[in-house]
């Protein structure tokens, strides 16, 4: 295991189709967290497992936003009919507990045409 | 809420150049953590340190270190004798406790480093 793993790492897709984007964590690591940054932006924090529990999600951008982690293992985020404001850099970080740095994977680039 | 300023969007130095970058944040939690991560042009976080905020110690690790410095909010980060490797968008962040790495990150500050 080499780190945390992303696909797509870029994704076109037209306004107003779903898209929907894989993590698959350090393996030991029971946290995992997504992230959304924009160009010329820090990431922006969006929602986080513990294991298979989201325990934060408040901070997803809208209702359009869903994100699973269904076995506590891999994670998808999902956005449904999407808008060209979506463009950005989806980045997925696994953690182990609560008070250890999170390593991030490189990232989906959306683009939204 | 927290809020972390990185004023400095862009520096560019010649290698061998000692580099501060500058961080700023506001929080209203007393027991908080702060953090350093490099982006390089692949596009991955690298996880550069973690700081609670009852550890006010400065750290050096190789040609890095950090200086906090809670009275003024500060946490700036500092490469002696920069390298063109060292080219690379660098973010400052902070969470508070028990809140593990739901991070609020600053702007960033794009470093270039020239040979």
């Known amino acids: 295991d080499t780190g945390v793993s992303q696909d797509p790492r870029h994704k076109i897709t037209k306004r107003g189709q779903n898209v929907t984007f894989r993590c698959d964590p350090i393996s030991e690591h029971n946290r995992l967290y997504w992230y959304r940054q924009t160009l010329g932006q820090g990431p922006e924090f969006l929602t986080y497992f513990q294991n298979e529990a989201q325990l934060e999600k408040s901070r997803l951008l809208s209702d359009r936003f869903s994100a699973e982690r269904p076995k506590g293992s891999f994670s998808t985020l999902e956005i449904q009919r999407t808008e060209q404001g979506d463009s950005a850099m989806y980045l997925c970080a696994s953690s182990w507990g609560e008070n250890t740095e999170a390593f991030f994977g490189q990232g989906t680039r959306l683009t939204v045409v | 809420a927290q809020k972390v300023t990185q004023a400095q969007t862009e520096i560019s130095v010649v290698e061998k150049e000692d580099v501060t970058l500058d961080c700023v944040y506001e929080t209203r939690d007393t027991t908080y953590y702060l953090f350093w991560y490099k982006q390089p042009p692949s596009g991955e976080l690298v996880f550069l340190i973690r700081?609670?905020?009852?550890?006010?110690q400065n750290e050096i690790s190789g040609r890095y270190s950090w200086n906090f410095q809670k009275s003024t909010s500060s946490f700036n980060f500092t490469i002696t004798a920069s390298q063109v490797v060292d080219s690379a968008v660098y973010f400052c962040a902070l969470t508070f406790n028990n809140a593990g790495n739901m991070l609020t990150f600053g702007g960033g500050t794009r470093l270039m480093v020239k040979p």
């Open positions: 700081r609670n905020s009852f550890d006010e």
